[in-house]
């Protein structure tokens, strides 16, 4: 997989796959793309702000080779401290969140609160939710596949375009220390083996820990030892079936609970999820969700427009979007990081064209120089 930023269009990128996508592929890309037209606006707002969900389909000929995505926020990316003196620009990924507090202060990060650990780590269980709630499956939650920011306390979760309906075929875990003890190697993924790895996933990032036998016996920090956050993490740890482990929504409340424990000011206003408005809740205020300051309106496709993932609306189309083929550009691999659009393609080679013809341009114009020169001279 090679990712690269679109020429002309700062933070967004395409996602050029190493081989042709299968026809099945195809069907759930066009279905994702189209499926925040249908979400309630609270949803399509954590769309936008936490998730690289595919906007466009990229296509060379009859062949789709890739995927349109937003790049991860820049607040996801720090100056870390490596050796002898140096600092390095890196994006902060959960594998960075997963470790104890000294090795934070060893990299010139400065310690995470246990408060501030609970928000960052919910806002990644409240995407899982998402994703479950849309009858998706993840499948591959890992440390590797969610950003997150020490500003805003947000994660932003990339490889949504894997995404499938209902079952995923078998994912391996990219570290064994993800493999569901109840999920048969060779089987399909479901939403129930999702739960397991964001219940590893978050007990590794609140304790620090990784080993199993220490997440099963080290308690969560002051005061979460014997919350009923604590409670539900090793339950899904430890459950004998995939049924019997709690539910997203389940882990949700109890990760509200522990906030409350741990606020260090007055009690935080509750958070409205898409559970809270499937009971009836209201959604926040819209002008509080259109914190982004990145909007699908943004950019504009040669087909029939991109559509907002805020407004549901059609942008129409304009200047063409241009991606260049790899055969134009060898493109610099960058951090992937959405918003709504077009299930309609972008073309590929449509760039790879324009830039010969400026080329050709560009000789006939030094070439004419040149005559007019020698004429003159």
């Not at 400065?110 to 990644?124: G, M, Y």
């Amino acid at each position: 997989m090679i990712v690269y930023e679109i020429a002309g269009y700062p933070g967004w990128l395409v996602k050029r796959y190493r081989a042709q996508a299968s026809a099945e592929s195809i069907d759930a890309l066009r279905r994702l793309i189209d499926l925040p037209g249908a979400m309630h606006p609270d949803e399509r707002a954590l769309v936008d702000n936490s998730m690289a969900w595919p906007v466009s389909r990229v296509v060379d000929g009859s062949q789709t080779v890739g995927v349109v995505v937003a790049k991860a926020p820049d607040t996801c990316y720090v100056d870390m401290a490596v050796s002898g003196g140096r600092t390095r620009r890196v994006a902060l990924v959960m594998d960075h969140l997963a470790n104890p507090a000294e090795q934070h202060v060893r990299w010139g990060l400065q310690e995470l609160s246990v408060h501030n650990r609970l928000t960052i780590v919910r806002s990644v269980v409240e995407v899982g939710n998402l994703i479950e709630n849309m009858g998706l499956v993840y499948g591959d939650w890992s440390y590797s596949n969610a950003f997150w920011s020490r500003r805003s306390l947000s994660t932003f979760v990339i490889d949504v375009d894997s995404c499938r309906f209902g079952l995923r075929p078998w994912v391996e875990a990219r570290s064994g220390a993800f493999s569901d003890p109840l999920l048969p190697e060779g089987q399909p993924v479901t939403a129930l083996h999702d739960r397991y790895r964001l219940a590893l996933l978050s007990l590794r990032c609140l304790t620090g820990s990784r080993g199993m036998a220490e997440l099963t016996e080290v308690p969560l920090p002051e005061p979460l030892q014997d919350s009923a956050l604590a409670r539900a993490l090793r339950a899904s740890l430890t459950a004998q079936s995939v049924t019997s482990r709690p539910s997203l929504p389940e882990l949700l409340r109890a990760f509200d609970e522990a906030l409350e424990l741990t606020c260090p000011g007055p009690a935080p206003r509750p958070r409205r999820t898409s559970q809270h408005l499937a009971s009836g809740g209201n959604p926040d205020d819209e002008a509080a969700m259109a914190d982004s300051d990145r909007t699908a309106a943004d950019i504009e496709t040669n087909v029939v427009g991109w559509r907002s993932v805020r407004t549901g609306e059609i942008v129409p189309a304009g200047r063409a979007l241009e991606t260049e083929s790899t055969a134009a550009r060898t493109p610099e691999p960058v951090a992937n990081g959405t918003q709504g659009a077009s299930s309609e393609p972008v073309s590929a080679g449509a760039t790879g064209g324009r830039i010969a013809i400026s080329i050709a341009i560009v000789i006939v114009v030094i070439i004419l120089i040149a005559l007019i020169i020698g004429y003159f001279g």
